[in-house]
Each structure stands twice: as structure tokens, then as C-alpha cells.
């Protein structure tokens, strides 16, 4: 069985590495994390992390980071980008 698993995210990189190493631990796991547009930073981090990984784990290459929306607190937009990643 498949297991899919939709994150958002915008701060504590180190929190989002420990949970999508404690998600990809799950058999046939495909992760799909939207991190804020305005979170440049950690964007950056995650997807060289995410990159140098897939070098050396396979199961890496399950994760879609998208970073191009911005998420305002109380609208929307979160429901939205939920919506975009599962149609992913």
C-alpha cells in the first residue's frame, strides 16, 4: 500500500528533516511538502538536503518540495496548497 503525505511547513528545518526521515521509514511513502515562499532560506537548506540525500537513499527521490506560495496565516491559502499538492 501507497502512503501519501501532505506537509506545509515555513519554519525549524531541522524539526521538517527528523519528520520526513520518520515518514520515509514507512514503506512505499511519497511526501509532498509546500514551505513558503517567504521561507527562502529554509527552502534552500531542505532541497540541498533533500538532494545530497537522494544521492545515496533512493526513497529520498519520493519527495516534491514545491516553494513558490505564500501562505498567510488565517486564509485560503492553506487550503489551497493542500489542494495543489494532492492533485500532485
Known amino acids: 500500500m501507497k502512503h501519501a503525505f501532505i506537509l506545509t511547513a515555513y519554519r525549524d528545518p ?28 529554509m527552502a534552500a537548506e531542505i532541497l540541498a538536503w533533500v538532494q545530497s540525500e537522494a544521492k545515496t537513499d533512493s526513497r529520498f527521490n519520493n519527495i ?15 487550503l489551497n496548497v493542500q489542494m495543489r499538492l494532492i492533485k500532485e
Do not use: P
Open 14 to 41: 531541522e524539526s521538517l528533516k527528523r519528520f520526513i526521515g520518520q515518514l520515509l521509514n514507512i514503506q512505499d511513502s511519497q511526501i509532498y511538502c509546500c514551505i513558503d515562499r517567504k521561507s527562502e532560506s
Open 64 to 78: 516534491r518540495i514545491i516553494h513558490d506560495q505564500v501562505i498567510r496565516y488565517a486564509s485560503t491559502d492553506h
